[in-house]
């Protein structure tokens, strides 16, 4: 059997006995002769300075098993070791104390055994209550893209770093697609979670023809799944990547841990990466545990047209329980909105969002984010600006902060709603709105925000700004952009969206807030305290470094006030 083999069964047999007895993407463009091309040196034009990247070559989509284990953070991510494109995919692993500033180690997990010969992509991380970590995970046994789910354990459970992982023979591949599920559209296996009945469940993303679907899983042991007669959920929207179930609470900012699936007192979000508009949605709604079935919310649409995390780059997301805070925090990654030749001229391509805390909304309808509170520890140097009127037309320039890298709060208010701009029930879509009604476009009540990395003259901008319109019953329609399309005199190479989404947030007191985190080529920005966020990647060409500069601005013609703003330099984090 040999010595090595002896041991990673022995120590398998160990940590699951232990478990029973308590009882990418396949839509990847794929640059066959682009993705093993070597960097010869790094540009540092763009590269940001607190969002999270290596430092070079390709970061894939899926914040792949974040988790805190031993007092420390652990984030697995796809990474290319070899080029700035997709291709030759290992787990790349960087561990924190606090969220913001990273080490890297070692790659983590990449094909070495028959049942990821083809491939290692994503997965989850479930720790074993007073055991640890597991990893499940997508391998690709063949050439012809048959999915399975395995799963890693690690060396030494007492490394605070979990340097050294191991993907034992023994009852690997957990999971092999039956006959009724279709074997290349089967992977990213969630977060497991023990139900009362002493089982464990996982859900896997799949599609049969055009229905994406959870499909669920049961084990009593960790070792031996077998599946479920239905999908926990399933919708006609298409393939269904990266899915993630967890429990929110109904009251407060805290966050659950898995143990409270099932419960009678907390709603459940599902949340799916749709492969073919590459958006992340979800549905707020019930789970019933004797049925193992998951129901939207009436006010949860089940499709394109429903709640999405972020409006804007930011996709294959994955959230994780933090119990040193009390708190569930989501990842999301942000693709290069360039070509892949300008990539590989840069020598680096993707980036993962700030991590996001996430909670339920008082209204139950929808979750709302914020940065983690870590990020406010790079504040550098502080501007303030309150009481400014801006009447139309007004663009006023923030002065003093390092506005390529800088993190901003503003609460803007208005005296009349009159002015409203009349909404049409037909503009269903917000991006195509943002497009028709840009930054310059004058209206009503806005827009209004700010124009971030713009350049002196505003030859470039990236505006983050509010419209408001009048809708029937005396209602009002809240639409937030971050219009790419002026970022940059740069013409070709370049996708320069309208980024936009609806804001649900009652305006009786007059007022919207916003905060943006503007890091060189991104810019992230949280709408009414987090409830609509758009993440925009762009590449200035005159507004860079000490060029950049940051304006408040109004094109509506009804005055809109400048209440309070706070803005700060931001300094670099530590990055791998």
């Not at 996430?358 to 504040?379: A, I």
């Not at 983050?464 to 952009?481: D, W």
């Not at 009414?528 to 590449?539: D, E, F, M, P």
């Amino acid at each position: 059997m040999g010595l090595l083999r002896c041991i990673t069964v022995f120590i398998l047999v160990c940590f699951l006995s232990v478990i029973h007895h308590n009882g990418v993407e396949g839509s990847h463009i794929v640059y066959r002769g682009l993705q093993s091309i070597s960097t010869s040196g790094v540009k540092h034009l763009h590269r940001t300075g607190y969002h999270f990247q290596p430092p070079k070559n390709w970061i894939n989509e899926y914040a792949t098993a974040p988790m805190y284990y031993n007092g420390m953070y652990h984030l697995f991510y796809q990474y290319n070791p070899k080029g700035a494109v997709w291709g030759n995919i290992v787990w790349a692993h960087s561990v924190s104390a606090d969220l913001i500033n990273w080490k890297a180690l070692e790659p983590a997990i990449y094909p070495s055994k028959f049942f990821d010969k083809y491939g290692c992509w994503s997965g989850s991380a479930t720790i074993i209550p007073g055991k640890g970590p597991i990893i499940l995970y997508t391998g690709i046994v063949d050439t012809q893209n048959t999915q399975v789910q395995c799963y890693a354990i690690p060396v030494n459970r007492s490394d605070p770093y979990l340097r050294t992982w191991i993907k034992p023979n023994f009852k690997n591949p957990i999971a092999i697609a039956e006959k009724t599920i279709n074997g290349s559209a089967f992977r990213d296996p969630t977060t497991a979670w023990l139900g009362k009945d002493g089982q464990w469940r996982m859900l896997v993303g799949g599609r049969n023809f055009n229905i994406g679907m959870a499909h669920l899983y049961r084990s009593k042991d960790f070792l031996n799944w077998v599946l479920a007669e239905n999908p926990i959920h399933s919708a006609n929207t298409g393939m269904w990547e990266c899915p993630d179930f967890y429990p929110v609470s109904l009251c407060g900012k805290k966050g659950l841990d898995l143990t409270s699936i099932g419960e009678e007192n907390v709603k459940h979000v599902l949340k799916n990466s749709l492969d073919l508009t590459r958006y992340d949605y979800y549905t707020i709604g019930t789970y019933s545990s004797a049925q193992d079935k998951y129901v939207p919310d009436n006010t949860s649409e089940d499709g394109w047209g429903g709640l999405r995390y972020d409006y804007g780059n930011f996709y294959a997301s994955k959230s994780f329980f933090d119990p040193s805070k009390k708190r569930r925090v989501l990842w999301g990654w942000a693709n290069e909105s360039d070509a892949a030749q300008d990539d590989i001229k840069k020598g680096w391509a993707g980036i993962q969002a700030i991590p996001r805390k996430v909670w339920l909304d008082s209204n139950g309808k929808q979750l709302v984010q914020w940065p983690v509170e870590e990020l406010n520890s790079l504040r550098g140097k502080k501007v303030k600006m309150g009481n400014q009127k801006l009447q139309k037309g007004d663009y006023i320039k923030v002065e003093g902060i390092t506005a390529a890298q800088a993190d901003v709060e503003v609460s803007f208010s208005f005296s009349s709603l009159k002015k409203a701009e009349e909404f049409d029930p037909s503009w269903k879509n917000a991006q195509e709105l943002c497009g028709k009604k840009g930054s310059k476009v004058e209206g009503g009540v806005g827009p209004f925000g700010l124009l971030t990395l713009a350049s002196e003259k505003l030859e470039e901008f990236t505006p983050v700004f509010f419209r408001i319109f009048k809708a029937p019953h005396n209602k009002h329609v809240v639409l937030m952009c971050s219009d790419a399309s002026s970022s940059s005199l740069k013409k070709q190479g370049l996708y320069k969206p309208s980024f936009a989404g609806f804001v649900d947030v009652d305006l009786a007191d007059k007022k919207l807030s916003l905060r943006s985190l503007i890091d060189h080529s991104v810019v992230e920005s949280f709408g009414a305290g987090g409830k609509t966020n758009i993440l925009s990647r762009v590449y200035p060409t005159l507004a860079l470094m000490n060029k950049a500069h940051l304006f408040v601005f109004n094109n509506g013609t009804e005055p809109i006030q400048v209440e309070n703003l706070n803005a700060w330099s931001m300094k670099s984090a530590i990055m791998n």
